[in-house]
């Protein structure tokens, strides 16, 4: 039973998807039906619900106009090889530390970038071709307002307020289906002169055929970044729908097996003739609230879309395109995720910045360039902000703390801490610092209780900053040295430097041995 009503919530959601995407609405379909049997079989959620989503729109609409439907096949193709991959390398981990501002950024410029291709179709707009670009669209629009068709614009808002307030009546038939099955019947019954699938699409193949794509292999590599933007917003939307069923049903999905799972949809249904397809946060909880616990839902929700395209599929062609306009102006307004966006304005200055230009790029560019730059731009502020840590506890870097709970401190010995990872951003800065700190002392115990991680960079300046002390006279001692960290000091040779028997677990076991073994070598120096 849950299948089906998830069925039927999907019918209209698959339609619209696709033809918002600048496909014919048999593809929509044909990817709920391949791509969702093909997760919920292969699946690691046991609820999760596969199709087309709204995140795909503006990805797959400016692949369709750049390379064509075989980009567009050979682009998912790709994509399931690229998930499948990350599945089997068990990096399904990895794609949950994508940073909240970065996901809220592209998700509200996808809201607003799905918003913006409907004007067109939900005002009733006479232009024959819409252009790609966000400015040059609202631009036609605006030049074309004339033209508006009041039936059409009248239309989308009973479709808007339909979608809304149907929930205040019943909750289990959803108000896309009831918008479009009441105002398809009402717009045939009275002939109202609004534009329909039939007259933009033509007649819905009630069939599937093998579609395969004319390959250029000299040409493949043009396919590849649409491929990894379509693997990463597949991904990522998967395994946060999967993470929101856990919730529901105090389960646990396995991330790596729903990776592979999307990677087998994806490179299965475009030779079905269909389009993108990752899990589907919304028809997911639709399954859970209605009492699917099992991947059964799932596989019964496929088989409902295959029997409803096969034998009702033909009445499907007289739905007014200003209704899907109506449903996906909803699905962009829930996707918008305003709330949060506001709320990160009240937050870091960086988590704002990742999000302005996230969201920016993706309205203004391609979602594609807003990913890659809002991965990198992440990376980057928060190398940043991990830096203007570490400089703040080195320029507060001697140890009053220490002092106070060791007061009979030998001259001649002398502490720095190191706190926080010391990694490229800030092992320069702490070089210079133990070098001016050590350099007059006798012995110098560097604390490394708070370093969580050293990587190359921050080993080669450690490394150095070893060798010129050792050449000075300066004995090193180590204190809180994790495993991790000492396992690595092992494999890059550190201990040629400086003595391992200098490296202690807990600091008070370092200042013993630095006063009771090491100070009788120079304390008369200092005295």
Not at 116 to 137: H, M, R, W
Not at 382 to 393: L, Q, W
């Amino acid at each position: 039973m849950a299948g089906i009503v998830v069925g039927i919530v999907a019918l209209p959601l698959a339609i619209a998807f696709a033809v918002a995407s600048g496909v014919s609405p048999e593809k929509g379909l044909i990817t709920a039906v391949v791509a969702g049997f093909l997760i919920s079989f292969f699946g690691g959620s046991r609820v999760q619900i596969g199709g087309p989503t709204g995140a795909f729109i503006i990805i797959i609409y400016g692949i369709v106009e750049k390379y064509g439907v075989d980009g567009l096949i050979i682009s998912t193709v790709l994509a399931g090889i690229i998930l499948i991959l990350f599945g089997l390398l068990k990096l399904g981990i990895l794609l949950k530390y994508f940073p909240q501002p970065l996901i809220i950024g592209f998700t509200s410029g996808i809201a607003l970038v799905i918003f913006s291709t409907q004007i067109k179709d939900a005002f009733g707009l006479n232009i024959q071709k819409v252009p790609s670009e966000f400015i040059l669209k609202w631009t036609a629009y605006a030049s074309n307002i004339q033209t508006i068709n009041i039936y059409a614009f009248l239309i989308t808002i009973v479709t808007i307020l339909i979608v809304i307030f149907s929930k205040k009546i019943t909750e289990k038939v959803p108000g896309s289906f009831i918008a479009i099955i009441l105002l398809t019947f009402v717009v045939k019954f009275f002939d109202i002169p609004v534009t329909t699938i039939e007259s933009f699409f033509g007649e819905i193949p009630n069939s599937f055929s093998i579609e395969i794509p004319k390959i250029d292999i000299s040409n493949l590599s043009v396919y590849f970044a649409p491929a990894v933007t379509i693997a990463i917003l597949g991904g990522i939307e998967s395994l946060l729908s999967a993470v929101v069923s856990d919730g529901m049903i105090s389960g646990n999905h396995r991330s790596n097996t729903e990776l592979i799972a999307q990677g087998i949809a994806n490179i299965i249904t475009p030779f079905f003739g269909g389009i993108p397809a990752t899990g589907a946060i919304a028809r997911t909880a639709t399954n859970v609230k209605s009492g699917g616990r099992t991947p059964i839902a799932g596989i019964v929700h496929a088989i409902t879309l295959l029997l409803i395209m096969l034998f009702l599929g033909k009445w499907a062609k007289l739905i007014p395109m200003s209704v899907l306009a109506g449903i996906l102006i909803v699905v962009a307004y829930n996707m918008s995720e305003w709330r949060s966006f506001i709320s990160i304005f009240k937050g870091s200055f960086f988590d704002i910045i990742v999000l302005v230009t996230t969201s920016f790029l993706t309205v203004m560019v391609d979602l594609t360039v807003a990913i890659e730059v809002g991965v990198v731009l992440s990376a980057l502020l928060f190398m940043k902000r991990m830096s203007d840590i570490g400089e703040e506890k080195i320029t507060t870097r001697i140890d009053s703390d220490i002092i106070e709970d060791y007061s009979e401190i030998p001259k001649g010995i002398s502490i720095f801490e190191i706190s926080g990872p010391l990694f490229f951003a800030s092992a320069k800065k702490y070089s210079e610092m133990i070098k001016e700190v050590g350099i007059d002392s006798c012995i110098l115990i560097i604390r490394m209780r708070h370093v969580p991680f050293i990587d190359s960079t921050g080993l080669n300046n450690l490394k150095s900053t070893i060798r010129i002390l050792k050449q000075s006279g300066v004995t090193i001692v180590l204190s809180g040295v994790n495993n991790i960290i000492l396992n690595d000091f092992e494999k890059t040779g550190l201990f040629s430097l400086m003595n391992k028997a200098n490296i202690f677990d807990s600091f008070d076991k370092a200042l013993d041995f630095s006063k009771f073994k090491l100070i009788n070598d120079c304390i008369k120096s200092f005295q």
